[in-house]
């Protein structure tokens, strides 16, 4: 009889510290989710002209042109090569994303379209693999046309 009364309270003991469990985990993801900041669906319609980093101190200036082309100009890309300013290459939209297709090496060659504030800017592939991450905007990496 005690064994009984062991193996039922044993029974219950385990049961109980399941549904402990997983409410917790339900709770845990009911008040602390992740929300991923949205990305554009469209490319911009005009991109032609100077898109600068207003927030991010390392100063990233690029003019993209109508025919295709670009100019980049970053003064840290020099990781001890000599590279000749400006960096030049091609751009092109897949979908909402800006492809970029540079002579020379850049932090990124990927750009999402976001919405900052009610403007249209241009996200890198590494600040939205960071959105996706922790669910903070990185909005301080948005390129701004001027």
Known sequence: ?????????????????KEDDSQQTKDLKTT????????ENQPIESIEGVWVS??????????FNNDGTFKYWFHSDDKGKN?????TGTWK?????????????????????????GVLCLLP???????????KPHDDRCLFKK
Do not use: H, T
């Open 93 to 117: 939209w897949n979908k909402a994303v800006l492809e970029l297709q540079p002579k020379d090496d850049l932090i990124d060659n990927f750009y999402y379209v976001y919405k900052y504030n």
């Open 54 to 63: 207003e927030r991010w101190y390392m100063g990233v200036s690029f003019l």
């Open 83 to 87: 590279i000749k300013y400006p960096i």
């Open 125 to 135: 592939k590494y600040a939205r693999e960071w959105q996706i991450k922790d669910g």
């Open 1 to 17: 009889m005690k064994i009984a009364l062991i193996i039922i309270s044993a029974i219950f003991f385990v049961s109980c510290s």
């Open 32 to 39: 602390n989710p992740i929300i991923i900041p949205k990305i």
